[in-house]
């Protein structure tokens, strides 16, 4: 039988396929890209037993086991008007102290304005910053993530084997064109900076905006709040959610990815143009907190506040009454704060009443080398709660001075 003549395209397509199938199996294999763990115990050993970056916070710190390690990204979330920028301003005074080069970016307020945040940190006379880490901002008034991850990445190289930190006011108002949505755009942005974080040893900084609902939230701000995008929480080793109560400040380690006292609740007393901050009450974590779901942590949230909100013994009922929530929930969110020493419990009859525990703590100021005016006491003290004949002796809370001593 006669085989009939393929067309030309035929031809063609056959041809393309046989190069295809020679040029496949003449290629070499691609380089190895596997190696054994076991390479990397070395360098494992020598980044864990490197000394931590204070962020400057009492209390937080101690938290987070003396600090932050180089490449870690740290958001710090908070409403409008909670004092994110005032707390990375301190921490432009702290850091350097500590022999870290920083770099200021600053995309809400400038340059400028990042510097008169920091002027009654300093001397009337002074015309430096002083500490013997280096105190840079980037003089670039672009947004995109590109941009700015290149002047870091840029940044970071000039100082080899230096300790460098990148503090970042905020994270949504870096912008990424062309990708979409809004959300996506914030995501995409703390992706890029994050990577460069990693790839240069340098720890990110970011302020971070909460939605309104953080501020009515009776449970205090929780990860879910961070506006615009939920990869924030995500990408960060550190989250810290700040929010305010009266004068005072409470910020809370909401989450550690490395370990640590996750869910350590800090209120300092604030001299708001300075940022001089006294640690006047800490809560430890909760289990409940750390891994429970949101209407849990607001509960336990909720009975704290309850405790801090009065000076004196409340019993289960009053809690229970004061916040809405079932007794048999507040009694075991009680027993949790007992077991970890952040509530003291004694009988009164034949019921049992709580309050929270106050340490003793030594006023916390931005530098060692900061005058201390007359009327400022290097340190103040809070008084215990008053133990029953029943009780057992509590265990008061040892906060690191920035002169390394200690007090409890």
Same mark, same amino acid.
């Given at each position: ?89 301190? @921490?432009?005074?702290?850091?350097? =102290? ?17 510097? @008169?945040?920091?002027?009654? @940190? ?64 914030? =995501? ?17 900084? @970011? ?28 990408? =960060? ?82 809690? =229970? ?88």
């Amino acid at each position: 039988m006669t085989q009939t003549a393929k067309s030309p395209t035929e031809r063609r397509k056959r041809d393309d396929d046989e190069a295809h199938t020679s040029q496949t199996s003449s290629s070499s294999r691609p380089d190895r890209c596997y190696r054994p763990l076991a390479e990397y115990l070395s360098e494992a050993r020598t980044v864990d037993s490197s000394p931590r970056i204070p962020l400057g916070l009492p209390g937080i710190d101690e938290a987070l086991g003396g600090g932050v390690r180089p490449g870690w990204t740290v958001a710090i979330g908070g409403y409008a008007g909670v004092a994110k920028t005032s707390i990375l301003a301190r @921490m432009a005074r702290s850091l350097p =102290a500590s022999d870290v080069d920083v770099l200021v970016c600053s995309l809400e307020i400038g340059a400028v304005g990042f510097a @008169m945040r920091t002027l009654p @940190m300093l001397p009337p006379s002074a015309t430096s910053y002083p500490g013997p880490g280096a105190l840079d901002v980037l003089a670039v008034e672009s947004t995109d993530a590109g941009t700015l991850a290149e002047h870091i990445g840029s940044w970071a190289a000039d100082r080899p084997g230096r300790r460098c930190a990148v503090l970042l006011d905020y994270a949504q108002r870096v912008t990424v064109p062309e990708v979409g949505s809004r959300e996506r755009e914030v =995501a995409s942005a703390c992706e890029r900076l994050q990577a460069v974080a990693i790839r240069t040893g340098a720890v990110l900084v @970011m302020a971070a905006q909460l939605s309104r609902a953080a501020a009515r939230s009776e449970g205090g701000p929780e990860l879910v709040h961070y506006r615009e995008s939920g990869l924030i929480e995500q990408v =960060a080793d550190v989250a810290l959610l700040l929010s305010r109560q009266g004068d005072a400040l409470r910020v809370r380690a909401a989450k550690c990815r490395w370990g640590g006292d996750v869910g350590r609740i800090v209120e300092y007393r604030v001299d708001w143009p300075t940022m001089r901050l006294e640690v006047v009450g800490s809560l430890a974590s909760s289990g409940q907190c750390r891994t429970g779901r949101a209407r849990g942590q607001g509960n336990y949230h909720r009975v704290v506040e309850a405790l801090w909100g009065v000076k004196g013994d409340l019993s289960t009922t009053d809690i =229970a009454g004061h916040t809405g929530i079932r007794r048999t929930t507040v009694q075991s969110i009680l027993e949790r704060l007992v077991e970890e020493g952040s509530v003291l419990a004694r009988k009164e009859g034949r019921r049992s009443v709580y309050r929270a525990v106050q340490v003793s703590v030594r006023t916390h100021t931005t530098s060692d080398d900061d005058e201390k005016s007359p009327g400022n006491p290097s340190s103040s003290s809070c008084p215990q709660a008053p133990a029953g004949p029943s009780d057992k002796p509590a265990e008061s809370a040892v906060i690191q001075a920035d002169n390394g001593e200690a007090t409890s």
